[in-house]
């Protein structure tokens, strides 16, 4: 019996289960970012969850549907802990928002890229502090100020490792230059 | 410059454009969905409990692996420092010894002096003895809440609720606890309030947590501002769950009415915490003896 030859190439179906699975396993991958041992004294940790869904929504619009913010934010609320329910309506909430601002675009570059990302950063965080303020913990909106610079500050390098794990998802075998 | 995308305009096909209309269907009930879940968490801050137990759980592991690594650089880090400094700080111990040695000497006279009144006076000190001692091993640092992850639980008989501290000073509360990992409310959120006295002299003044590390000591009688920098501040067991006599905190500064303190246990160099039975205010007084049947 004889075996067609190996290609170094992954089997079509492998490729097509790594394409669905990565976006989605990087997203939670972010968002579990928060169980790292690191016990701090303010809301200082950029909600990677939240950056690498934005990444890859910028990068690949196509990719997902609108309601992906749903079983996604859900995952981040039960990582980060945050009151259930939060990030879902969040996340999902600021899907549809940039839906809606991206039928006014005609062409996108990179710095209304990084706007519209940092505007749906300050919308996410802004929203998730007050939904905490509303169940239960008062806090100085001040406090989140410097969490909302840092992960603007994080996308360009969310957007690059997006852009990577991109090509690792689709690649079909290794191409050689020479 | 990236190109317009068409995929989201699906053009004739009446297949493509029903599947778009629904996913944002299913978007919209979903945000629905997920409001209701936030007032839910309004009207009971404790819901869902055994799904975001089982969620704690399965993730302390996690946090518990790396723990040891981060302490590992933190003690790197002051250790530099400690050297840089050197020898001012060892003419500094040496005087602070000499000092400690006195009031050590003047201590050990009042709690024989103390051991010897209680004695007297027949009251039971009832010291709580620990439900747990485990490691903390992470926080949420997203949030703005302020919550620790423990890693015992509900196995270990930590139940939501029981005070926790550390051999430095009170840490906080229980507030949700799975079978293996628990989350504590810091002192230090801003839903913390801890009935507190100043060691010096005892003024009784709430303790809330501000969120950034720090908490407001607010004096509770009317008056000028009782305190001072570099003062401590204990719990005074008042209204029960806290334990009297438990340091809280370090007054760093007045502010007006006021004064913002530093918690005396520092919860990222915190490593082992111990949950204790929540204090229940005055013991009961025995039942007397006459009333039995």
């Given at each position: 019996m004889t075996r067609p030859p190996r290609s170094s190439a992954p089997p079509t179906r492998a490729i097509e289960v790594r394409a669905r699975v990565v976006p989605i396993a990087t997203t939670i991958a972010g968002s579990a970012?928060?169980?790292?041992?690191i016990v701090v004294l303010?809301?200082?940790?950029?909600p990677f969850g939240l950056l690498m869904l934005l990444g890859w929504r910028l990068l690949r619009?196509?990719?997902?549907?609108?309601?992906?913010g749903l079983p996604l934010g859900l995952a981040d609320d039960l990582l980060t802990g945050?009151?259930?329910g939060s990030g879902m309506v969040l996340w999902t909430l600021c899907l549809l928002m940039i839906d809606l601002l991206e039928v006014r675009l005609l062409w996108r570059d990179y710095w209304q890229e990084w706007l519209l990302a940092s505007l749906a950063i300050a919308v996410v965080i802004l929203g998730g502090w007050a939904i905490a303020d509303w169940t239960g913990g008062r806090a100085s909106v001040v406090l989140v100020l410097p969490q909302i610079l840092v992960s603007i500050l994080f996308m360009p390098l969310i957007g690059r490792l997006c852009a990577m794990l991109d090509r690792w998802r689709l690649a079909t075998g290794k191409i050689r230059s020479d | 410059m990236k190109a317009p995308?068409?995929?989201?305009?699906?053009?004739?096909?009446r297949r493509a454009q029903y599947g778009l209309f629904l996913s944002y269907v299913v978007a919209v009930t979903g945000i629905l969905v997920g409001l209701g879940l936030v007032i839910v968490a309004h009207v009971d801050?404790?819901?869902f409990a055994a799904i975001r137990g089982a969620a704690l759980d399965v993730t302390a592991p996690v946090s518990s692996l790396g723990r040891g690594v981060v302490n590992g650089a933190v003690s790197v880090v002051d250790g530099i420092g400690a050297y840089i400094q050197a020898g001012s700080k060892n003419a500094a111990m040496a005087r602070e010894l000499d000092a400690d040695r006195r009031a050590l000497v003047h201590a050990r006279i009042l709690s024989l002096e103390n051991a010897r009144l209680r004695r007297m006076l027949h009251?039971?000190?009832?010291s709580p003895a620990p439900i747990a001692v485990a490691r903390?091993?992470?926080?949420?640092?997203?949030?703005s809440r302020r919550l620790a992850t423990l890693a015992a639980g509900t196995e270990d008989?930590?139940?939501?609720g029981l005070p926790v501290r550390s051999p430095e000073g009170l840490v906080g509360r229980v507030i949700l606890s799975g079978l293996t990992a628990s989350r504590v409310l810091l002192?230090?959120?801003?839903?913390s309030v801890v009935p507190v006295r100043l060691a010096r002299g005892g003024m009784p003044a709430l303790a809330a947590g501000r969120g950034d590390g720090s908490v407001e000591i607010r004096p509770?009688?009317?008056?000028?501002?009782?305190f001072h920098r570099g003062d401590i501040v204990l719990t005074?067991?008042?209204?029960?769950l806290y334990p009297p006599d438990v340091p809280v905190a370090v007054v760093l500064k007045r502010d007006g009415d006021v004064a913002i303190g530093w918690p005396l246990a520092d919860p990222t160099r915190l490593d082992y915490a111990i949950v204790e039975k929540a204090y229940s205010g005055l013991p009961t007084p025995a039942p007397a003896a006459h009333a039995k049947p």
């Open positions: 970012t928060a169980l790292l041992p303010s809301p200082a940790w950029p619009p196509e990719m997902w549907p609108a309601w992906i945050q009151p259930l | 995308t068409r995929n989201r305009r699906p053009g004739f096909s801050p404790l819901g009251l039971v000190h009832d903390i091993i992470g926080s949420t640092g997203t949030s008989g930590v139940r939501p002192i230090t959120d801003n839903a509770l009688g009317a008056g000028n501002n009782p005074s067991g008042t209204g029960g």
